[in-house]
């Protein structure tokens, strides 16, 4: 499982860098030609295509347990009160959707879009699973006294608990064992990846979690996902609106990317926004370069990973040279060897590959106003 995780991975990376050359050139098309024409409803296909792509991608790099996550403290009882509308919606009108969370804040440290993507990925497999109708139940809960005591594989306590039950068609041992497996599916052709309980596990072991799945043939399914109790408080939601901005400005971007699609692409986009683009193929370019430029230097926009010089490296001597030299990471995925050169750490700007036009610049503004 290891083995595939990585190999998923790394499959994942490449594809990613394809997919910002793809996913970006594709809406700069969209965005040059008439809306309406058959040009633009081309472009359109091709984007709507990388952005599935680039979903799978997020799959596979969930199960290899290789995403960049920003873990911050929230509310599992808020966030499944407010996915509730939506998987009501998604079951239809054949399943009764049951609701049933503890009273009171239930607080973990996770990446939220992780946590709505383990409970979508659940449901869906629920409502699979009961073609004919049937009762679905989402549970939530803060286990106490004995029900709490340590578990092989559960979070020593406090820990917090998500249940999503069913009483649909279940499952056979032979099925049940082989569960967590990437691309095990017994959907029909089609109908399914196989990759949505493989991205559930990695994401609840990234989590510092532990899953525990219930099943009998014709007895319905229940996945308990048992997460540690987060300490910390939860700050309270921000509601006020984001003011309108354009993206574009005039400041001086040093571009050390290794990728020549992705690195053309990035320097594109910016130079169409206002901004001067000094590109290097490599970390030790943009080192020199960052050396020898006469002129200021505002915002390094660098790849996390390159040969030679990692960007976190190159950042760091960067900045030693022009103390003022703001910094933006890239990358299309990371590994816990990167994490340990301090991408992970909160407060530090990153855009995930792929990345779009308006997404790239928009980050670049808002790391140079910061």
Do not use: W
């Not at 991205?199 to 319905?220: E, N, P």
């Not at 901005?245 to 692409?265: F, S, T």
């Not at 792929?354 to 610049?361: A, I, R």
């Amino acid at each position: 499982m290891d083995a595939i995780g990585r190999l998923a991975g790394g499959v994942a990376h490449d594809f990613n860098n394809l997919l910002t050359v793809i996913n970006g050139y594709s809406e700069m098309l969209k965005a040059s030609v008439e809306a309406g024409s058959p040009a633009h409803q081309i472009a359109g296909q091709i984007h709507s295509a990388g952005d599935r792509a680039a979903a799978l991608t997020r799959k596979l790099l969930a199960f290899g347990r290789k995403q960049l996550v920003r873990h911050r403290p929230l509310d599992l009882n808020a966030m499944v009160a407010g996915m509730r509308q939506l998987l009501t919606h998604m079951v239809g009108e054949d399943v009764e959707a049951d609701f049933s969370l503890a009273a009171g804040a239930l607080p973990i440290k996770a990446d939220p879009a992780q946590v709505e993507q383990v409970l979508l990925n659940l449901v869906v497999n629920a409502r699979d699973a009961m073609p004919e109708g049937g009762r679905l139940t989402i549970a939530t809960s803060e286990p106490t006294g004995a029900d709490a005591a340590p578990v092989a594989g559960v979070p020593a306590p406090p820990h917090v608990v998500l249940e999503v039950r069913d009483t649909g068609v279940g499952m056979s041992e032979a099925v049940r064992s082989r569960l967590f497996e990437p691309f095990f599916t017994t959907k029909g052709v089609g109908q399914g990846t196989g990759l949505g309980l493989a991205t559930v596990y990695g994401i609840v072991k990234q989590s510092g979690g532990h899953i525990d799945v219930q099943t009998a043939v014709g007895q319905g399914t229940t996945f308990r996902i048992y997460l540690p109790r987060c300490a910390e408080s939860v700050p309270r939601p921000d509601t006020a609106a984001e003011p309108e901005r354009l993206p574009g400005g005039g400041e001086v971007i040093l571009l050390a990317e290794d990728q020549p699609l992705v690195r053309e692409l990035a320097a594109r986009c910016l130079r169409q926004a206002g901004y001067t683009v000094l590109d290097a193929p490599s970390a030790p370019d943009a080192a020199r370069v960052c050396e020898s430029h006469e002129g200021p230097i505002h915002l390094l926009l660098t790849d996390v990973v390159m040969p030679h010089l990692s960007g976190a490296a190159l950042a760091q001597q960067a900045q030693e040279r022009r103390p003022d030299l703001k910094v933006l990471f890239m990358s299309g995925h990371t590994d816990d060897a990167v994490l340990r050169r301090g991408i992970r750490e909160d407060g530090v700007p990153f855009v995930q590959k792929p990345f779009t036009p308006e997404s790239l610049t928009r980050k670049v503004r808002e790391v140079l106003d910061g």
